[in-house]
T-cell receptor, first 113, second 114 residues
């Protein structure tokens, strides 16, 4: 069965530090992968997506993610975190041939001034 | 662009009451979804629809009903509200059949049942 794991429930970083949020998936074929961000009281906004091709994808707000098939991972990175990045981040898998996505349980990011 | 619009934004219900959460999208998307979000649990799919007149159950459909009479609207109904249905509800839509198209989300409805 398909699944998505975000091992870190909470992460705290200092403003200006680098960030990596982990996402591991389980799926038999090449998945479609997404990262969403949710600010407090808001809906989910798409940060970036991976379908095929270059395994390093760029997104909005200075985020990037790298697809590593051998590790079944799609980790989200940002070189320098801003206080406004404090939010909850969700990784999702779109399984080919189905209408549904599977979401991870989220990672809540706290940024220290 | 309005995108996906959910109403109301907040609601408090008493146990046993019923209500309808409204969702409308103006992007002519075929696929629409209802999720609930509970702390630490991520998003759980309640119901989804692949077009007008077609709906199907997700992971957690019990206690809910949906209808899809038009492409734009996908209301979610709670018939007998229970405390376990206290949650944040999100509606989402997606344009085409392939899973490589991202979902677009509304801002959510925060529902408390007391």
């Amino acid at each position: 069965a398909q699944s998505v794991t975000q091992p870190d429930i909470h992460i705290t970083v200092s403003e200006g530090a680098s960030l990596e949020l982990r996402c591991n998936y389980s799926y038999g074929a090449t998945p479609y992968l997404f990262w969403y961000v949710q600010s407090p009281g808001q809906g989910l906004q798409l940060l970036l997506k991976y379908f095929s091709g270059d395994t390093l994808v760029q997104g909005i707000k200075g985020f990037e993610a790298e697809f590593k098939r051998s590790q079944s991972s799609f980790n989200l990175r940002k070189p320098s975190v801003h206080w406004s990045d404090a939010a909850e981040y969700f990784c999702a898998v779109g399984a080919g041939g189905t209408y549904k996505y599977i979401f991870g349980t989220g990672t809540r990011l706290k940024v220290l001034a | 662009n309005a995108g996906v619009t959910q109403t109301p934004k907040f609601r408090i219900l008493k146990i046993g009451q019923s209500m309808t959460l409204q969702c409308t999208q103006d992007m002519n998307h075929n696929y629409m979804y209802w999720y609930r979000q509970d702390p630490g649990m991520g998003l759980k799919l309640i119901y989804y629809s692949v077009g007008a007149g077609i709906t199907d159950k997700g992971e957690v459909p019990n206690g809910y009903n949906v209808s899809r009479s038009t492409t734009e609207d996908f209301p979610l109904r709670l018939e007998l509200a229970a405390p376990s249905q206290t949650s944040v509800y999100f509606c989402a839509s997606r344009p085409v059949a392939n899973s490589n198209q991202p979902q677009h989300f509304g801002d959510g409805t925060r529902l408390s049942i007391l």
